[in-house]
């Protein structure tokens, strides 16, 4: 390439059908809330995040998180910024980490490690931020990848427990957008406003590729506080409630005590009364008698609980009134 030739070709713009923030956003936030993943965390992130907390002591001081730092660049330029601060820049890409050149400040750390994982492994560990910063994430531009994107992703309740003050740069305003409207659900007020034009150097290439190909960038600005992942509404706790698929503990319960030994359905149930129940909205003041919990009983399973049930009562006899094995049965009829 001759010597003063852009360094990188011209980026596209965003192409999408897409005019207006994904009508599927709140939806996902609720159900994510009440649901927090369990899957394992991936064990190359543990063993990068357990490094981490080894080197910086468990309770780390100020720290500030690049999440997609892609080569670091914007890790090193925030860690040059931030020396008060530990700047963590993590990224899934060891080709893009393995591709940073200049030599880090002493206060900055880059790893490999699948995001979603780390910041629960950060929630889970008690860490907080000082600042977020997720420059230039993927978008996912296509409507129907909107679950993709960070805003619908189930880690995003990780996102939030972290707390502190969150940026994220995009080039595509609608997905910012579209933060806003979910922060705005949480009642987190944010900003949104185009980076100057001659702002200061660019935080990292891909900001210096957009704004070099001529795109308007856009940082999308809020402060998550002290973090804690927030509590599902009390509207989607509700509505999850009465879900086919969902069923008191009590009731679980109850099925399970009816059923005889070798039942097939017995182990559905065990397993779904040992799961986490539902997250309960904020000022829920019902204890584990008044858990919800989801258990997937599978094609005409309902309907062979409900015989099971109905034996049961039937063998109780005239004496055998169960109140609990009554209600289960109202439970399963009216699902
Ligand atoms: C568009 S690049 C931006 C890189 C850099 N922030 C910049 O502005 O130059 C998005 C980066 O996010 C990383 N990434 C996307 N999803 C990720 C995930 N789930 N976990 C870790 N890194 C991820 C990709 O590997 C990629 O390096």
Redesign the pocket.
């Known amino acids: 390439m001759a010597r003063g030739s852009a360094l990188f070709t011209a980026a596209k713009p965003i192409e999408t059908a897409q005019a207006t923030p994904h009508d599927g956003l709140l939806d996902r936030l609720q159900r994510h809330l009440l649901r927090l993943p369990t899957a394992p965390v991936a064990a190359h992130t543990q063993a990068a995040f357990e490094a981490l907390q080894r080197e910086l002591g468990p309770t780390p001081g100020a720290l500030i998180f690049d999440s ?4 670091g ?2 890790t090193r330029n925030l860690a040059e910024r931030h020396p008060e601060a530990w700047v963590v820049g ?4 060891a080709d ?1 980490l393995g591709r940073h050149r200049s030599a880090l400040p002493a206060n900055a750390r880059l790893l490999r ?4 994982d780390f910041w629960r492994c950060a929630v889970a560990a008690g860490w907080r931020l000082k600042a977020h910063y997720l ?4 978008p996912w531009p296509k409507a129907r990848h909107y679950k993709r994107r960070w805003p619908a992703h189930p880690a995003f309740p990780w996102l939030l427990g972290l707390g502190g003050d969150l940026e994220v740069r995009s080039n595509w305003r609608l997905y910012l957008e579209e933060w806003q409207v979910v922060l705005a659900s949480l009642e987190i007020p944010s900003t949104l406003a185009p980076l100057p034009a001659d702002s200061a150097p660019p935080l ?4 210096a590729k957009y704004l070099a190909s001529g795109h308007a960038c856009y940082a999308l600005r809020a402060a998550l506080g002290a973090g804690g992942v927030p509590a599902p509404s009390w509207s989607a706790y509700q509505a999850r409630c009465e879900a086919p698929e969902v069923f008191s503990r009590p009731v679980l319960a109850a099925i399970l005590a009816a059923l005889p030994a070798a039942h097939p359905q017995r182990e559905p149930l065990a397993e779904a009364l040992a799961a986490a129940p539902l997250r309960k909205p904020a000022g829920h003041r019902g204890g584990e008698a008044s858990d919800f919990l989801s258990c997937d009983l599978g094609p005409g399973g309902r309907e062979v609980l409900m015989q099971a049930l109905e034996q049961a009562l039937e063998q109780g006899g005239e004496g055998g009134d169960d109140p609990a094995l009554t209600l289960a049965l109202r439970a399963l009829r009216s699902r």
């Open positions: 997609g730092c892609g080569t660049e914007s993590v990224d899934k890409s893009r490690a699948e995001l979603g420059p230039y994430p993927n990292s290439p891909f900001e």
